[in-house]
């Protein structure tokens, strides 16, 4: 940002002040600086793409749909799309540069990510292991969002590029080595032929992509860690107008122990939900959220909210395959929290699917609108970093100007009851990290 800019985002940071649950007051100016339609996908940076992409595809029931790599032509990445619903998991690795090369070809001649660099990609793995590069929004002209976006003070990161006349994709700094990339398409219905995704990819074959639906639907929100809030906020909402859709304290979702304050960011409609974290000091155990910026090396992607439309069949078929190439989760609450989820949500969810929830570990939550159905994996890879949270909201269903039922986003709030056992259980995990590096220096 230029100077300037910095004056006036420290200014908004100076003004800064979190209210806390209770007292916080959720409006909606409509404030968006630019037309935003929905989170596209989700960009991860890896060593390896094809079988990173097969471990989530497995875990997570989402068949590799698409595909760019050498058998396509892209001599520069190897790159794998997941799709289950409306969500869509990229998986990128480097080939290395001297291929390219040997073809007397650029860098980036065969990417069909055309903001991928060589260079970045392996620095961004080496400095932060298994993370998200980029949070992809469909917009409805990506020119006008980027070119919007630097004006109100975001750092750009790629200017805009034509892709054969069917999208424009540009990005922008969120925080960390995280972008926030922007797509449009020429044509206003990219999902009606088989070019739904970005040109240069390819559909893959039957015989090589899995059938699999756990009946994961979509990203809900995606969450940030970030050194210090406050300016972290300022800059993501001078440049996307994104309002406040709210916050938390250390006392609303702490523990005895530790804790962090958050705020989560909306755009309009309330469907591209971006909630950032910050540390809080002076507990008696370190914030979960310092570790993870020591692990990290610095601000990035926490987890990923991926909303189901059945989380008890999504939660069996993920912990079947738990100990085989999926994902663990974390431990269950003690039996107590079980006993007492009758009373809080008895007229929402059946005898038998609270005795499900108890089985299957899942948490639940209310606010005045709606339920939160929740449950946390373990750490994705080797850090103790970034993980993967699977949603399901109850409630608050309206109805569009055309008649079609759909579900008011945020519905059920982000578990704020479930927050201190969530930190219990992180707390519990990291000890016996510690326990281990104790017993082996001994």
Avoid at 88 to 107: C, G, R
Avoid at 119 to 127: G, H, L, M, Q
Avoid at 266 to 275: F, I, Y
Wanted: proline content about 4%.
């Amino acid at each position: 940002m230029g100077k300037q800019d910095d004056t006036v985002a420290s200014a908004a940071a100076e003004g800064f002040q979190l209210v806390g649950f209770s007292n916080f007051v959720r409006t909606n100016p409509r404030s968006d600086r630019f037309k935003v339609k929905r989170f596209h996908h989700v960009e991860f940076w890896c060593t390896d793409a094809t079988n990173t992409a097969r471990r989530f595809s497995w875990g997570l029931g989402m068949p590799i749909v698409v595909k760019s790599d050498i058998s396509t032509g892209n001599v520069t990445h190897a790159s794998y799309l997941l799709r289950s619903g409306d969500l869509n998991f990229l998986f990128t690795a480097p080939y290395s540069p001297s291929i390219a090369a040997m073809e007397n070809l650029s860098n980036t001649a065969t990417a069909s990510i055309p903001t991928f660099n060589h260079e970045d990609c392996r620095n961004f793995t080496a400095k932060h292991g298994l993370a998200v590069r980029a949070i992809a929004l469909e917009v409805e002209d990506a020119v006008i969002a980027f070119n919007t976006s630097v004006a109100h003070g975001a750092q750009p990161s790629a200017e805009p590029i034509a892709l054969d006349n069917r999208a424009v994709v540009a990005e922008v700094h969120l925080y960390g080595d995280v972008v926030l990339r922007y797509i449009s398409y020429y044509n206003s219905n990219p999902n009606d032929d088989h070019d739904w995704f970005l040109p240069k990819f390819e559909a893959m074959d039957e015989s090589s992509s899995f059938s699999l639906d756990y009946g994961i639907r979509r990203l809900d929100h995606a969450v940030g860690n970030v050194p210090e809030l406050a300016p972290a906020v300022s800059y993501v909402k001078a440049f996307t107008g994104f309002h406040e859709f709210a916050e938390f304290t250390a006392e609303d979702v702490g523990t005895n122990e530790s804790g962090l304050n958050s705020v989560v960011l909306a755009n309009n409609e309330e469907t591209v939900l971006l909630p950032l974290n910050e540390p809080v000091f002076g507990t008696k155990r370190k914030s979960q959220i310092q570790t993870y910026l020591e692990h990290n090396e610095g601000a990035g992607v926490q987890h990923l909210a991926l909303a189901s439309e059945n989380i008890f069949r999504t939660l069996r078929e993920m912990r079947k395959r738990s100990c085989i190439g999926g994902f663990e989760f974390m431990p269950s609450p003690p039996p107590t929290y079980y006993k007492n989820l009758k009373n809080r949500v008895g007229d929402v969810l059946t005898d038998d699917q609270i005795k499900e929830c108890e089985e299957l570990g899942i948490l639940v939550d209310r606010d005045d609108h709606g339920t939160l159905l929740q449950i946390f994996t373990k750490p994705l890879g080797d850090r103790p970093t970034i993980f993967i949270e699977i949603i399901q909201r109850v409630g608050c269903m309206l109805k569009d100007e055309a008649g079609k039922e759909y579900q008011k986003g945020g519905c059920g709030g982000f578990g704020k009851g479930n927050f201190s056992e969530l930190f219990k259980s992180i707390e519990e995990y990291e000890k016996t990290l510690e326990a281990k590096r104790i017993a082996e220096a001994a």
